[in-house]
């Protein structure tokens, strides 16, 4: 049986070119092999296969005839940061319970009760800021995120536990995201301090700070059980699985810190994309700001969340740079028939969400931000998957949708921004996800008036 071509450079080249430049080397590898193609970035384990074509991906995420798994010890990577149980690092049934136990929350119909805490938090931040200060939009979009997820996490949340808390998780991920990090999780002979190079273990510091301020507010939770809360700790305390059993104090602080680092830092770097591409482009932000104007002032949620236009920029954002560059790992468990290959039980194969989306067949000019692919056509789940499908599908998809197009209208109709210069912004690798290669500045020049907005609209029009 042959494993998909790939690269016959030694191991500690091709772990080096996926650690800090990983899609050069993604798209290297799809110029040179096509739709599939082998990496091997481990001595001791198979080589990692990596898909692009619709179809294959299909077959992967439907996974029809139960010949994958995903097994959550591979994604072991995440394991420092978010522990053995949390739904990431979990496989098999216990995954299962896990997203049972968590789903409820992050249903569609929930979200509207998020919309007023996006709003008011996207509010005070963004009018933190000074006209004609420049500032990294990053901070902004982060700060926005991060609030809003302790928010619906632990509910109005304020004081010194929390602040701490945001402010520690801030520099946590912020330590983590360097591709330095991301080396010591595939090199763990390198999780150590050397001498005054102490940045493992400031991790490590931080983290043990942040895990304490979590048990303590469980703790303080179970001393004092409010049933009128319906935050997302108070639901997972509540929740049951099929035994009648509830979370351990464990298992709530690892999906907690899941929950407070997959759901803002991913959220924060999308809404930066789309700020600086919504700036970038005039004629995007002209046809963006006639639609959000059209509906006056206090708009309901609803009415915003399904603009097409607004829908559009959203999708080309996460399109030309998805913030996540692959789906999990998923295990052939039996032989299987893939891409024109036969992989044996054991292959490793993972659905390349940035190399589908940077398809021409299906995108034509793909390095092109073009909001209008999505108005004239629909793409199927298997050929645009930001947020990856199958079992492992994101389970805050629908928050974050409804957190950027909320954040996004509020930013775009009370201020009116600019780029702070005209250079170029490529993407690179942030921690495991991706993000902008460079800060994107940016400088408020005015706040938008109702009057002036609708002059806009007519003029525009
Ligand atoms: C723009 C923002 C986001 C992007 C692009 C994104 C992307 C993804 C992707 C690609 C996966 C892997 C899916 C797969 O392997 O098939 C994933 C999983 C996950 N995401 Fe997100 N995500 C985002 C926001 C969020 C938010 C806001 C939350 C929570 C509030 C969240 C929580 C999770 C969790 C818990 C999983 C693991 C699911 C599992 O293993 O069963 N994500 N996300």
Known sequence: MHLPKGPQTPVFVQVLRWVFSPMSFLEDCA????????????????????????????????????????????????????????????SGAEHQRQ?????????????????????????????????????????????????????????????????????LLSDLLEKSSSPFSVALLYFPALRRDFGPIKFWGEQVQIQQQVDELIYEEIQERRENPDPSRTDILSLLMDARDADGQPMTDVELRDELMTLLVAGHETTATALAWAMYWIHKLPAVKARLLQELDSLGDNPDSTTIFKLPYLNAVYSETLRIYPVAMLTFARRVIETMALGGYELPPGTPVLGSIYLTHQREDLYPEPKKFKPERFLERQFSPYEY???????????????????????????????????????EVRPKRRGLVTGPHRPIEMVIKSQRQITSRILETTTVS
């Not at 996974?63 to 798994?69: E, P, V």
């Not at 420092?80 to 149980?85: A, C, F, I, S, Y």
């Open 99 to 167: 997203r049972q136990l968590l789903m409820p929350p992050f249903h569609g119909e929930r979200m509207r009760g998020y919309s007023q805490v996006i709003t008011d938090v996207t509010e005070k931040v963004i009018g933190q800021y000074q006209i004609g200060q420049p500032f990294q939009i990053r901070s902004v979009t982060q700060a926005i995120t991060l609030r809003v997820i302790m928010q619906a996490v632990f509910g109005l949340y304020e004081g010194s536990r929390a602040e701490t808390l945001q402010h």
């Open 385 to 423: 998957l930001p947020f990856g499908g199958g079992t492992r599908r994101c389970l805050g998809l629908a928050f974050a949708q409804w957190e950027m197009k909320l954040a996004l209208a509020k930013i775009m109709t009370s201020y009116e921004l600019e780029l702070a210069n005209s250079v």
């Open 31 to 90: 110029k040179r092999y096509g739709d599939i193609f082998s990496i091997k970035l481990a001595k001791d384990v198979p080589p990692i296969v990596f898909l692009s074509n619709p179809k294959d991906i299909q077959q992967i995420l439907t996974n029809d005839n139960n010949q994958l798994d995903s097994p959550g010890d591979w994604n072991d990577l995440f394991e420092p940061l978010l522990g053995k149980h949390s739904v990431i690092t979990l």
